[in-house]
């Protein structure tokens, strides 16, 4: 399948995700309260999973809803995103 087109905005989200990753880095390794870190580490989650939304949003768009598209296409579309959800959930 296609690389996603037009994906600035995912860059930049990604960058923010490493930057946050980058501070619990920072807090692991100058003893930041326990409480803190799990704050750091929530932020990631929250930040991942958006991330994880919008390109699953977008595939779907792409590779699935996308008009033209042969059955097997959107059948391949569909079983590539269901794997993807799989391994995330776990």
């Known amino acids: 399948m296609a690389h996603l087109s037009d994906n600035a ?3 930049a989200r990604v960058r ?3 930057g946050q990753l980058n501070a619990v880095e920072r ?3 100058g ?3 326990c409480a803190d870190l799990l ?3 929530a932020a990631v989650r929250g930040a991942v999973g958006t991330l994880m939304d919008e390109i699953v949003a977008r595939h779907l ?6 008009p033209g598209l042969t059955d097997a296409e959107r059948s ?5 995103v269901m794997a993807a959800v799989r391994r995330y959930a776990r």
């Open 27 to 29: 807090g692991l390794a």
């Open 61 to 66: 768009e792409e590779h699935v809803a996308r």
């Open 9 to 11: 905005d995912l860059l």
């Open 31 to 33: 003893g930041m309260d």
């Open 76 to 80: 391949q579309g569909a079983a590539e």
């Open 16 to 18: 923010r995700v490493a």
């Open 39 to 41: 704050q750091l580490v």
